[in-house]
């Protein structure tokens, strides 16, 4: 599986969109892009994944570059709730690789 | 349906004793994962099951650990002779017909 590469952390004002990117320069054309997100003393929670089109849900957006070399994940309008770390990882295969991921704090 | 369920929550051992996990998917859900975590890094494949076979282990599973899956429903993770490094969360998760995986709270060990 292709190796992702995020900022260990990230700020975001409550209320505002929270952008987090991800670069997997490596991916192959059946490689798909997953996020995760781990609040403290949970277990990992699924958010969104796609191929190659941009892809939205209740939770958040994820835009893909036309590459697909790079990708960002958008929560439109953060919670305090929301602080977590987010985890980008690309996959064909059944088990997930998981790097150190994105410390996102919401702060008010 | 209550989602993935793990038990027990928290376990302090002694080093040396054996120690067995549980975990209980989503109904349904043919496809079972487990993953081991450790403070400041982000979840370590271990194994995987279809249904009840054993389709993947990581080398992260050393001969101490062992997992099962007997009826395809609920599985297992023991791990023998515990050592100290083997302190860390142990997560389960889940898959059915979709790719993404659902995962439980977890089961914390601290092996002293």
């Known amino acids: 599986d292709a190796k992702t590469t995020q900022p260990p952390s990230m700020d975001c004002a409550e209320g505002r969109a929270a952008n987090l990117p991800c670069n997997h320069s490596?991916?192959?054309?059946?490689?798909?892009v997953y996020w995760y997100r781990q609040i403290h003393s949970q277990g990992p929670q699924y958010i969104i994944h796609g191929l190659k089109n941009n892809e939205t849900n209740e939770m958040a957006s994820l835009i893909i570059t036309e590459d697909r070399k790079s990708s960002t994940l958008i929560l439109p309008h953060a919670t305090l709730r929301d602080t977590a770390v987010y985890y980008c990882i690309v996959r064909v295969n059944n088990d997930m690789r998981f790097g150190a991921g994105t410390r996102l704090t919401v702060k008010p | 349906d209550t989602g993935v369920s793990q038990d027990p929550r928290h376990k302090i051992t002694k080093r040396g004793q054996n120690v067995t996990f549980r975990c209980d998917p989503i109904?349904?859900?043919?496809?079972l994962y487990w993953y081991r975590q450790t403070l400041g890094q982000g979840p370590e494949f271990l194994t995987y099951?279809?249904?009840?076979?054993?389709?993947?282990k990581s080398r992260l599973l050393s001969d101490r650990f062992s997992a099962e899956r007997p009826k395809g429903s609920f599985s297992t993770l023991e791990i023998q002779r515990t050592e100290q490094g083997d302190s860390a969360m142990y997560l389960c998760?889940?898959?059915?017909?979709?790719?993404?995986?659902?995962f439980g709270p977890g089961t914390r060990l601290t092996v002293t």
């Open positions: 099951f279809q249904n009840e076979a054993q389709l993947e």
């Open positions: 998760a889940s898959s059915g017909t979709g790719a993404e995986q659902y």
């Open positions: 490596t991916i192959s054309g059946n490689e798909y």
């Open positions: 109904s349904e859900h043919n496809r």
